[in-house]
């Protein structure tokens, strides 16, 4: 007589669970659906990841990025600041899917540039010295499969609710700009956003400007993050977004949401000054990072993202007195 067994799979870092099934035995196995990769054997190619050689340091990056929420595509600069470690470097490679690439310029002479499905590769006219600092910049476009995500009323979504997220978890930063992106890698970072009248942007760190640009009418919106962190904690939110805001001692605290869906930021967001207040008398250590935004998006493709100062939410967290 044969016998059930149910493998249930979960998601890992906040992901929202699925389940699969299969007939054998009656026991119940618990799975992660991230575990493919530890759980497999010792032996296999899909247990042997290995980060990337790290030639060069990474000491900043700054993108400059422009969305066109009808075509669902973005364009602007990359700019990396970085310095080779223990020996020259001639060669430097950027991760970079199916993006078009329009210039590529730097501060030391360039012999040649080639771009790849997944890779811009640099090739200098001398190699650079070990610890001599460079920067690189890359002017392209892109209409991203992974990384960022738009919600538009052609998409079936709410009209006045158009707005974009990104998740860069682990290595999908690389469809909507060229990076280093792994998370061996830490820098600054600086993310400068231009949006038509009425929409906002929120990213990592302090809240540098927010003008309008003369020539263009554009809302030119830039945020700086003067702490490192890994490239795929980099998070750009952007479109017509409401929010509430708080403080925590010195630590600004914000909560975000498409506009219909604002009246149940209150409820979602009232805990969130206690839970950092018993965080810090818990471990001891004060809140390190210059706000704590929370923002909720349609249809996250996670159950949520802990980018440095910003998260990101599911809009499935929101909830009413009733609920």
Same mark, same amino acid.
């Given at each position: 007589m044969?016998?059930?067994?149910r493998?249930?799979?979960?998601?890992?870092c906040l992901?929202?669970p699925?389940a699969t099934?299969?007939a054998?035995?009656?026991e119940t196995?618990?799975e992660?659906?991230?575990s493919?990769?530890?759980?497999a054997?010792?032996d296999?190619?899909e247990h042997?990841k290995?980060?990337p050689?790290?030639?060069?340091q990474v000491?900043h990056?700054?993108?400059?990025?422009s969305p066109n929420?009808?075509?669902?595509?973005?364009s602007?600069t990359a700019?990396v600041?970085f310095?080779?470690?223990?020996?020259?470097?001639?060669?430097?490679?950027l991760?970079?899917v199916?993006?078009n690439?329009h210039?590529?310029?730097?501060?030391?002479?360039i012999?040649?540039?080639?771009v790849?499905?997944?890779?811009v590769i640099v090739?200098?006219?001398?190699?650079?010295?070990s610890g001599k600092?460079?920067s690189l910049?890359?002017?392209y476009?892109?209409?991203?499969?992974?990384?960022?995500y738009f919600?538009t009323p052609?998409m079936?979504y709410k009209?006045g609710?158009?707005?974009?997220?990104?998740q860069?978890?682990?290595?999908?930063?690389?469809h909507w700009?060229?990076?280093?992106d792994s998370?061996?890698?830490?820098?600054?970072s600086? /993310?400068t956003?231009?949006l038509?009248? #009425? %929409?906002?942007a929120? =990213?990592?760190?302090? !809240?540098?400007?927010?003008e309008?640009?003369?020539?263009?009418g554009l809302?030119v919106i830039h945020w700086?993050?003067?702490?490192?962190?890994a490239?795929?904690l980099?998070s750009?939110v952007a479109?017509y977004l409401?929010?509430?805001?708080?403080k925590h001692n010195?630590?600004?605290?914000?909560?975000?949401t498409?506009?219909?869906?604002i009246?149940e930021a209150?409820?979602s967001?009232?805990?969130?000054?206690?839970?950092?207040?018993?965080?810090?008398?818990?471990?001891?250590v004060?809140y390190?990072w210059?706000?704590?935004y929370?923002?909720? /998006?349609?249809?996250f493709?996670?159950g #949520? %993202?802990e980018?440095? =100062?910003?998260?990101t !939410?599911t809009?499935f967290t929101?909830?009413?007195d009733?609920?």
């Open positions: 044969n016998r059930m067994s493998t249930l799979v979960l998601g890992c992901c929202l699925g099934a299969s054998e035995t009656d196995t618990i992660c659906a991230k493919a990769t530890f759980l054997p010792i296999s190619p042997r290995y980060a050689d790290r030639e060069v000491l990056l700054a993108l400059d990025i929420f009808k075509r669902r595509t973005v602007g700019t600041q310095r080779p470690t223990a020996k020259p470097v001639q060669d430097v490679q991760d970079a199916d993006l690439v210039s590529v310029t730097a501060t030391e002479k012999h040649a540039y080639q790849t499905a997944d890779k090739t200098f006219a001398e190699p650079i010295a600092e460079t910049t890359i002017t476009d892109a209409e991203p499969a992974k990384g960022l919600r052609e079936g009209e609710d158009t707005h974009l997220f990104t860069g978890e682990e290595i999908e930063a690389r700009y060229p990076c280093f998370p061996n890698e830490k820098f600054t600086e /993310v956003c231009r038509p009248d #009425g %929409m906002t929120v =990213s990592n760190g302090r !809240l540098v400007s927010e309008r640009e003369s020539a263009s809302m700086s993050q003067d702490q490192p962190h490239n795929y980099i750009l479109g409401k929010r509430i805001e708080d010195n630590v600004p605290l914000a909560f975000y498409p506009p219909s869906e009246n209150t409820n967001f009232r805990d969130t000054k206690d839970i950092m207040a018993f965080f810090e008398q818990e471990i001891g004060a390190p210059a706000k704590y929370q923002v909720c /998006v349609n249809d493709v996670e #949520g %993202m980018n440095t =100062s910003c998260t !939410l809009d929101l909830f009413t009733a609920s």
